[in-house]
Each structure stands twice: as structure tokens, then as C-alpha cells.
């Protein structure tokens, strides 16, 4: 059973930046993407950034430009670089993982503030 842990969160000013990692434990498998959400308060759970196993990458409108989505060092494992950070980034993060048979896994989440 695939499981994936969050971390890095916290609360930065305006213009900060902040790094998210997600680490798979669980499979020897590698994904066949896997990405991250966010869940703004009160509001829907919104794709943020993806990655697939070709290493092709996809932002939100919000994220390009300020967000890097990358691979970590391990296979199940992925970074979200996030710098010049604004109040609407606030929200909850969550790591996401699709394996090749179709089957989707989420992480806990992780809260991100920030703050005037």
C-alpha cells in the first residue's frame, strides 16, 4: 500500500518562499505521475503542478513562473519549489500519486500561510 508523507510547510511573509517534499513509502514502483494539489479554504482541491514518468511537466496558471515541480532523489519522491508567495497561495498542499494500473493515492496535506 502506497503511503505518501508531506513536508515543508509553515507560514513565510509576502514574497517568501517556501519548499514542499513528498515522499512515497510503500512500492518499489515507480508512478506514472504524480503531482501536487492545494485546497484554498472553502474552496475546491485545485491541481498546482504535475509531473509524469517522461518527466513532462504541467502548471496551473498560478503556479508558472513562481512554482518548480521536480523529482526528488528517490523514485517515489517529489519537490515543490514555491517562491514569491502571496496571501492567495495560502491553503492546504497535498502530494498526489497515480500508478501505472489506474490506482490514486493522496497524502495527508500540508498547510501553507501566508501572511501580510
Known amino acids: 500500500q502506497v503511503q505518501l508523507v508531506e513536508s515543508g510547510g509553515g507560514s513565510v511573509q509576502t514574497g517568501g518562499s517556501l519548499k514542499l517534499s513528498c515522499e512515497g513509502t510503500?512500492?518499489?514502483?515507480?508512478?506514472?505521475?504524480m503531482a501536487w494539489y492545494r485546497r484554498v479554504p472553502g474552496q475546491t482541491r485545485d491541481l498546482v503542478a504535475s509531473?509524469?514518468?517522461?518527466?513532462?511537466?504541467e502548471y496551473a496558471r498560478f503556479a508558472r513562473g513562481r512554482f518548480t515541480i521536480s523529482k526528488g532523489a528517490g523514485k517515489n519522491s517529489i519537490i515543490l519549489m514555491m517562491t514569491n508567495l502571496e496571501p492567495a497561495d495560502t491553503a492546504v498542499y497535498y502530494c498526489?500519486?497515480?500508478?501505472?494500473?489506474?490506482?490514486?493515492?493522496w497524502g495527508q496535506g500540508i498547510q501553507v500561510n501566508v501572511t501580510t
Open positions: 498526489y500519486r497515480r500508478n501505472w494500473g489506474g490506482a490514486v493515492f
Open positions: 510503500g512500492t518499489d514502483y515507480s508512478p506514472k505521475d
Open positions: 509531473i509524469n514518468s517522461d518527466d513532462k511537466i
